[in-house]
């Protein structure tokens, strides 16, 4: 007999998930951030050419799983909700490992007023205040470039595609494929950055490269920069956030280029959310936003050392 | 020419790199919050056991090595070659010494085996994990001695030296496992 039946979680994981989800309540109840649900099924998706959706087939045609439920959140944010947050299951297509479920738990908030730096601080108290015992200390904020100048060595703004490759070689990867100038920041990134990253500390990353911007608003400066952070504990990274863009022209323009990439990529071509772009048009407050992967929280919070730990059924045994 | 997509990696999986055939030992996806996808791997080389790691762009291919264990029956060996047989089909290979290396040392003729071929040539031959050889050579165990449990050199039949306890005797068959070299019990 088989033994695939039996829950992945010990019932001490099991009851961590519960506290933390507890705590996440309780935290945002205290700041009159008010919860909500959005669908999980949506006639649009992602149109980032790193998320593949999954999709499911309906009696009124297919519909697309979530990778986030950032679109119809704000079109709440448009239509007024206020401050807002969610804690969502949600699908990606292809993503396992020892730090990858393909359905996770996700935690996204949205504050009015808030740039990336008073968000930062709040995802800080959040994190901290679920740690208790396990503080893991104030949090270092790191500018994107600062972060590679300290742990790869080379400022990742000016760097060429053969020096960003050759630095990966000196760390002693071995890549075999075809990368663009994003791909080989994104290798150094997971791969030499973020292991050097102090071991059980935060560390926020921000300041990305524009290229890099996803739903970010553009800084000006020299170079300009995406209003993006991430925030890892240890080299785990638990959660990106933005300065959200609010401009609905420069939106549709990204998911065209979105959408350009995944042609040139024979990646599938995915319907646009106009739904958005229209809640964009009517208007998004001023905001600043995050998502936040509980199950990697838990393993942090727990010690866990492989995904499947936290989650009663991982992929394997669902 | 059959190819694996980095999803389908996974420990086990036989591909080909630079020409030569490797199993895959460890696979990690790697994947920053809003960018490319990695698969980093660790490798074994199957002519040199060399262990590396790689790292591939998710979603690219790799392709196939036409690796397969097969059971086979061991025949004989003509001293340059040693001679293999699938039992359903009666189809014979010849393996190098390269490939039956330390294996042969545990098995006999007419025993079962696991010969992975690679493009039809035998890459590597594997001896099942417990094998039951007889004794051809051991001094007599020393009366008295058997609590303080030592050992004592045993030649089997098939030339390996094993470590037996002082109590058994030349000439007892003696169940070994092949992975440690160690002896298990008397059969």
């Keep these: 007999m088989s033994e695939d039946w039996y829950p992945g979680a010990s019932p001490d994981l099991l009851r961590a998930r519960a506290a933390m989800l507890a705590g996440i309540r309780a935290f945002f109840a205290g700041r009159g951030v008010l919860e909500v649900e959005t669908p999980m099924l949506s006639r649009a998706a992602a149109t980032d050419p790193a998320l593949e959706s999954l999709v499911a ?32 299951r949600v699908f990606r297509a292809g993503e396992a490992g020892r730090y990858h479920n393909p359905e996770f738990s996700l935690l996204e908030w949205y504050r009015l007023g808030f740039d990336e730096h008073r968000l930062m601080d709040e995802v800080e108290a959040l994190v901290r205040g679920l740690a208790a015992a396990n503080d893991p200390g104030p949090a270092e904020r790191l500018d994107y470039a600062e972060a590679f100048r300290r742990h790869a060595g080379l400022d990742p703004f000016a760097a060429t595609v053969a020096e960003l490759s050759a630095c990966a070689a000196d760390h002693g990867i071995v890549f075999s494929g075809e990368l663009d100038r994003d791909g080989w920041l994104d290798l150094l990134m997971s791969q030499v950055v973020a292991p050097g ?22 800084r000006p400066g020299d170079p300009p920069t995406a209003a993006r952070f991430e925030l890892h504990w240890g080299s785990l990274e638990l959660a990106n956030g933005f300065h959200e863009l609010s401009d609905a022209d420069e939106q549709a323009a990204r998911f065209a280029r979105d959408l350009e990439i995944r042609q040139a990529r024979g990646l599938p071509e995915v319907p646009v959310d106009r739904h958005l772009l229209a809640a964009l048009q009517a208007g998004l407050p001023d905001c600043a936003g995050v998502a936040l992967g509980l199950d990697r929280l838990l393993m942090c919070l727990t010690g866990a050392t492989h995904i499947d730990q936290v989650l009663a059924f991982a992929w394997d045994k669902a | 020419m059959a190819n694996y997509s980095t999803s389908e990696f996974k420990s086990g999986l036989k591909i080909l790199m630079d020409g030569d055939p490797y199993v895959i030992i460890e696979n990690e996806f790697v994947k920053p919050g809003k960018g490319q996808a990695f698969n980093r791997v660790k490798v074994r080389n199957l002519k040199t056991g060399r262990v590396l790691e790689k790292t591939f762009k998710s979603g690219d291919s790799v392709e196939a090595a036409d690796v397969m264990d097969t059971n086979m029956q061991y025949l004989y060996t003509d001293g340059e070659f040693w001679h293999f047989m699938v039992p359903d089909t009666f189809e014979q290979h010849a393996a190098g010494e390269a490939a039956v290396a330390d294996a042969i040392k545990w098995l006999k003729e007419q025993d079962m085996c696991v010969v992975t071929l690679w493009n039809g040539v035998p890459l ?51 169940r070994v496992d092949t992975r440690t070299g160690e002896y298990v019990s008397r059969v």
């Design chain 1, 197 to 218: 990253l102090p071991a059980g500390r935060l560390t926020f990353i921000h300041g990305y490269p524009a290229s890099q911007a996803a739903l970010a608003r553009l």
């Design chain 2, 124 to 174: 590597a031959v594997s001896p099942p994990n417990f094998v039951e050889l007889t004794i051809t050579q051991c001094d007599p165990g020393v009366r008295g001695d058997t609590a303080q449990g030592g050992t004592k050199p045993a030649t089997l039949e098939t030339g390996a030296v094993v470590k037996v306890p002082l109590f058994v005797e030349e000439g007892e068959k003696v």
């Design chain 1, 57 to 88: 087939g309906t009696d009124t045609g297919y519909r697309y799983l979530h990778t986030s439920p950032e679109f119809p959140m704000k079109r709440l944010l448009a239509a007024g909700s206020g401050d807002i947050y969610q804690i969502a």
